[in-house]
């Protein structure tokens, strides 16, 4: 990625933050966990960038996202909100997420939180991917 100017490939940055918002908008649309799919991405905001640092490639970024999710797991209709603030590249294996239930209790619920944590942190490490792609 390093310009011809910058022969040392010392520090060059990129502006990613439309596609990023863009292709994480899409993975997270896609999450579907025991019958409980996102119905809408309510909210992906931020800013990315893919920068080259002494010769190697990284992707930075800050975003937001709110999703809501709707679907029946063991015969119960659940609807569920999934928030995140301030995801950083470095917070892709453990995105700290705000979950919200109604009904607030069931059956599955730990289950089903482990599986939502799960797909949103693989939508967050395919996403910095994407930016090294890029």
């Not at 679907?71 to 603030?85: P, Q, R, Y």
């Not at 942190?121 to 994407?130: R, S, V, W």
Request: hydrophobic share 40%.
């Amino acid at each position: 990625m390093a310009s011809k100017w910058n022969g040392a490939g010392t520090w060059e940055e990129r502006d990613k933050s439309e596609f990023a918002r863009d292709h994480l908008k899409g993975l997270l649309q896609a999450i579907n966990c025991q019958g409980v799919a996102t119905t809408s991405v309510h909210t992906c905001k931020g800013e990315a960038r893919k920068l080259h640092v002494r010769g190697k490639d990284r992707a930075g970024f800050e975003l937001a996202i709110k999703v809501l999710l709707e679907g029946t797991c063991d015969s119960t209709a659940i609807k569920a909100t999934l928030e995140a603030h301030d995801v950083s590249e470095t917070d892709v294996d453990d995105v700290e997420l705000d979950m919200t239930f109604t009904p607030p209790t069931f059956a599955s619920k730990t289950s089903l939180q482990k599986d939502l944590q799960t797909a949103v942190n693989q939508a967050f490490q395919a996403l910095k991917a994407a930016i090294l792609a890029a």
